[in-house]
């Protein structure tokens, strides 16, 4: 099958001849129909989670085998994570963060920039007819933004700033000015970007102008260190920071403040 391969001293190359997935007990074997880019797959051909193999984790496919023939061509997206069930972490409800997990396209297992990629069935949701694959390659990352809502309570009064307008930013800032109409600030370096945000009840701003304001939660999605330090510096004392992004480099933390 054809494929896009990152190798650490290769580099990324696309490949006609790669030997396609063989499902395992439970999975299911999918053609990809459409393969989003995220920034994580960049941030990997820099050395994040030191991996190597198949990139992409974002999605539209169709069942092209599975233990239930029925299912045979049913449009799907797919929780990336693949946990072992039984651990003490998957019976705990935290099955991502499964110890022995793999991750599609991420960690141990070959990711979507391919013709085809195996899941287990558990991990697989039908598509509505009604969904085109256009919005539905969305569901990954719109899951990671809505993932922040199952690990913090915002109250009616906090003042919440999402920083970063790219992808995964707007998505965050859509989530939160659905909810939290007027009372969400979203920051960003692109005008245009931030436009997507007007029927959002989102307030925005360009990020290279000064502000003293601090709001109770800050969410960076800016996927750098600078956007890091400026997510700490707009937190006021004992809120809350909330780190979505991704990137390879390290960064000194003090935590001092």
Sequence with gaps: MRALIYKKHGGVKFVADCPPPKPKRGEALIRVRLAGVCNTDIEITRGYMDYQGVLGHEFVGEIFDCPDKSLLGVRIVGEINCSCGKCRTCKAGR??????????????RDGCFAEFITLPMKNLYPIPDE??????VFAE??????RILEQIEPTRKDEIAIIGDGKLGLLVAMVFGSKFKKRTYAFGHHQTNLDFLKNYGVQTAIISKPTDKRFDI???????AGGFRQAMAMTRPQGILVLKSTFASSEPLNLAP
């Design 95 to 108: 099955p991502n963060h499964c110890p022995t997990r793999s991750v599609l396209g991420i960690f141990k």
């Design 218 to 224: 800050v969410i960076d999605c800016t996927g750098n």
């Design 141 to 146: 990352p719109l899951a990671a933004a809505m």
């Design 131 to 136: 969904v085109p694959d256009e919005a539905a």
